[in-house]
Nanobody
Framework: QVQLVESGGGSVQVGGSLRLSCAAS????????LGWFRQAPGKEREGIAT???????NYTDSVKGRFTISRDNAKNTLYLQMNSLKPEDTAMYYC??????????????????WGQGTQVTVSS
């Protein structure tokens, strides 16, 4: 049974930083893409960063240069380093794992396994 558990969310002021972690178990960790998604109240869940098994990454434009996705295959853990946070980054953040290779997709429908989410709140 695949389990993804996020941690590291919290409240931070504008310009601050947070590091999210996602611990994976029961998953063939190294094979397919892992991604971070977020969902703000009243909005669709959006893909913001993804990483392949060889460490290649893809980001949505709104987080490029501020967020960094990484993975530690030995620890079965996915990370999201978030710097220069803005109020519009406030959302529930989810990690997700693909069950097939779809490229470096940010499409939520191409991810099979999801964590429960961790809240990030950025205040001015």
């Amino acid at each position: 049974q695949v389990q993804l558990v996020e941690s590291g969310g919290g409240s931070v002021q504008v310009g601050g930083s947070l590091r999210l972690s996602c611990a994976a178990s029961g998953y063939t960790y190294g094979h397919y893409c892992l991604g971070w998604f977020r969902q703000a109240p009243g909005k669709e869940r959006e893909g913001i960063a993804t990483i392949s098994s060889d460490g290649t990454t893809n980001y949505t434009d709104s987080v490029k240069g501020r967020f960094t996705i990484s993975r530690d295959n030995a620890k079965n853990t996915l990370y999201l380093q978030m710097n220069s946070l803005k109020p519009e980054d406030t959302a529930m953040y989810y990690c997700a794992a693909a069950a097939h290779w779809y490229g470096l997709s940010l499409n939520k429908f191409q991810y099979t396994y999801w964590g429960q989410g961790t809240q990030v709140t950025v205040s001015s």
